[in-house]
């Protein structure tokens, strides 16, 4: 009864490092996303993916890049860290049907790069 | 496109007072329309939501109406309790399919004894 887990919980990269923030969800939902948090400003969309196989940008893409080979996971991968990309970030999972399902979040990376 | 606007805060109040946090939306068709809270150092629940006009979501005490001809979403309480304090976040699902949720930028509410 897991829900959405990611992984790691906090992580302090150097500018110029990649790595990639782990999303994986045990509900067998289709839709997946991922936000970024910051201060002031809310949640805002990364990518999102619809299954397996299929990813989409969101409202703030750039510097990320995502894929989906099975239903379960969605990483998301910084491709060369930078300071602007210090946030906290939430993978969020919801099953098909009508837009009224609500999403299910994990408890958030909080990542700092220096 | 589409977009959420909810009231500035930090919400200040004592317990047992009266909570309503406004929340104003644009969006083409019909959305379906959620809160969600985050209590500290954690990450989002959903709070209650509603999926057509004149809907009434409810959870925890809490309420909101989806009023399609003001546009609005407004969250209340009738007696808040410390408890309650937390980032509260209006959202709502872009179109039909409801891909991916679209957020307002949050009200911080404090409570105190």
């Known amino acids: 009864n897991a829900g959405v887990t990611q992984t790691p919980k906090f992580q302090v990269l150097k500018t110029g490092q990649s790595m990639t923030l782990q999303c994986a969800q045990d509900?067998?939902?289709?839709?997946m996303s991922w936000y970024r948090q910051d201060p002031g400003m809310g949640l805002r969309l990364i990518h999102y993916?619809?299954?397996?196989?299929?990813?989409d940008q969101g409202e703030v893409p750039n510097g990320y890049n995502v894929s989906r080979s099975t239903t379960e996971d969605f990483p998301l991968r910084l491709l060369s860290a930078a300071p602007s990309q210090t946030s906290v970030y939430f993978c969020?999972?919801?099953?098909?049907?009508?837009?009224?399902?609500?999403?299910?979040f994990g408890s958030g990376t909080r990542l700092t790069v220096v | 496109g589409d977009s959420v606007t909810q009231m500035e805060g930090p919400v200040t109040l004592s317990e047992e007072a009266f909570l309503t946090i406004n929340c104003t939306y644009t969006?083409?068709?019909?959305?379906?329309l959620f809160w969600y809270v985050q209590y500290p150092g954690e990450g989002l629940q959903l709070l209650l939501k509603?999926?057509?006009?004149?809907d009434k979501g409810s959870n925890k005490g809490f309420e909101a109406t989806y009023r399609k001809e003001t546009t609005s979403f407004h969250l209340e309480k009738g007696s808040v309790q410390v408890s309650d304090s937390a980032v509260y976040f209006c959202?709502?699902?872009?179109?039909?399919?409801?891909?991916?949720?679209?957020f307002g930028k949050g009200t911080t509410l404090s409570v105190s004894s």
């Open positions: 969020a999972s919801r099953s098909t049907g009508g837009s009224g399902y609500g999403y299910t």
């Open positions: 509900m067998n939902h289709e839709y």
């Open positions: 993916s619809v299954g397996a196989g299929i990813t």
């Open positions: 969006a083409t068709g019909y959305p379906s």
């Open positions: 509603a999926t057509k006009a004149d």
């Open positions: 959202a709502l699902s872009d179109g039909q399919a409801g891909t991916a949720l679209i």
